[in-house]
C-alpha cells in the first residue's frame, strides 16, 4: 500500500498540479534544514523521513515534467 506522501504526490501529478508539488517540496525543505539545525536530540529518525518524502517529491516533480514534453510533442501545430 502507497504511502500517504506516495498516494498525495500521485495525485498533484494527475491533476498536473505543478504548483502544489513545489509547496509541497519547499515545505518539507525547509522542516529538513530546521531539524538538522537543531543539537542536543537524535532528529536522524524524522530527518530521514523528510529525506525519503523529498525523494519521492522529486520523482514525482521528473514525471509531471516527462508527461509535459510528451504533450508537446504529440500536440498539433
Known sequence: MP?????IVDAYVRLKNR???DELMMH???LAVDLKSRSGYDL???????????AIIEEGLSR???GSADL???RPI
Open 3 to 7: 504511502s500517504a506522501i506516495e498516494q
Open 64 to 66: 509531471l515534467k516527462a
Open 28 to 30: 518539507r525543505q525547509r
Open 72 to 74: 508537446g510533442a504529440t
Open 19 to 21: 504548483r502544489g508539488l
Open 44 to 54: 536522524s529518525l524524522p530527518i530521514g523521513k523528510l529525506d525519503e518524502e523529498i
